[in-house]
């Protein structure tokens, strides 16, 4: 195993389920396992984000007004593509580097995600669980910032 | 020259499209596009105040020189995850 | 669905692998199931604490001194039981309700666990990714802290 | 009276033991057992500096009066995670 860590990331239509994530993951499963039996991972930690029914901050009315709480029965997300997938990648392969981690894997979804559904899985492993707790932070808040991804809600009858 | 801008989010909701038109001089500057377009589109002024575009899907710097057949994109507030 | 977070802990024997995990969550499966599809939880965050091979810290040599860092198969984890878990159980109260989470089970292993194997398991739901992630290092920080487990290493020859 | 107070880690990779027996006077408290415990297994001293103990499964303040059936644990630095 070389010293490189192991990077995946990608933007997925529709929201992220087991399936979808077995079907996008398994060219990489070896290399993870491997990464994951190699004696180095002493953590790992997985993040998913789901679309709640009172998710309103970021999103926008007509008006560009931000939304009340008001029930939704999903999130639209519009990718930017391809730039959003280069920049998940580019962001993925920096918080790898800055924080010393072994492997991280982001998916984002686009297009429709219904409420209780997952819109983005984010999973890093690392030596200690302090560099894998620091970097997922670092990489959600930079994708707020730097992922041309845009969500907008569908509202409950 | 004319330049069709990409617009998402509030720029989008607020424009009713996913792109408009500026007329601009030749060989523009990223900080051009933004005067002009928001001269052209005061509707769109609010998404102009501190802009970042992108370049061929890369974020630009706003002294970047655009082409004809550059695409440029206007990267409002995002909202991943 | 009441307010009350959903709260498990165990202690169980050996590895924490995903065929041991289901027999003890599968009572709880369709609770944990409900308040995730409820619309309310917008994060879950779920952290592994591996066996690493290099693992040396806060282990002892018959000196009473720490051990450098030397290779090793295995942990073997002593439980004082049954205070180790309701000190869990209690811990998981103590951090579902000061950070407003809105589920949490803590599994841990007791006697021996090898390198590359699950030692620890934390799974958190919560409404926003903030509470999860400050949750989750208050929960690890406390455990270590208060909860009688104590880790012996296994050298390799 | 006698006190078989459990040791754990550290304290009974030292004493090679799971318990050690303290002879105490009547109504001890968990400051008497400590220090008590300090004199009659000097080899323990590294662990009673600043002690924590365990009564009958809970953590307990120092000044708790032990009866001869509790359950008396020394918990010195866990390890869990």
Not at chain 1, 104 to 109: E, G, I, K
């Amino acid at each position: 195993m070389d010293d490189l860590p192991l990077i995946f990331a990608a933007i997925l239509s529709g929201p992220i389920d087991p399936a979808a994530e077995t079907r996008l993951l398994t060219p990489i499963a070896p290399a993870l396992g491997a990464v994951n039996l190699s004696g180095r991972v002493g953590a790992t930690l997985r993040f998913e984000g789901i679309v709640r029914r009172n998710e309103a901050s970021g999103t926008v009315e007509a008006s560009g007004a931000t939304a009340a709480f008001r029930p939704l029965t999903a999130l639209v997300y519009q990718s930017y593509d391809p730039m959003a997938g280069r920049q998940l990648e580019s962001l993925a392969r920096d918080i790898a580097r800055e924080f010393g981690l072994l492997a991280l894997v982001a998916l984002h979804s686009r297009g429709r995600v219904r409420v209780g559904e997952t819109s983005f899985v984010l999973t890093i492993s690392s030596a200690h669980r302090a560099e894998a707790l620091a970097g997922m932070t670092a990489f959600i808040d930079r994708l707020k910032r730097d992922v041309p991804i845009w969500k907008s809600p569908v509202w409950a009858e | 020259m004319h330049l069709d801008v990409l617009i998402f989010g509030s720029a989008a909701v607020v424009a009713k499209a996913d792109r408009v038109r500026v007329r601009l001089g030749d060989a523009p500057t990223l900080a051009d596009v933004a005067r002009v377009m928001a001269e052209q589109h005061p509707d769109l002024a609010f998404a102009l105040t501190s802009p970042r575009f992108a370049v061929n899907h890369a974020f630009a710097n706003m002294d970047t020189r655009i082409a004809p057949t550059d695409e440029v994109a206007l990267i409002t507030l995002v909202g991943g995850g």
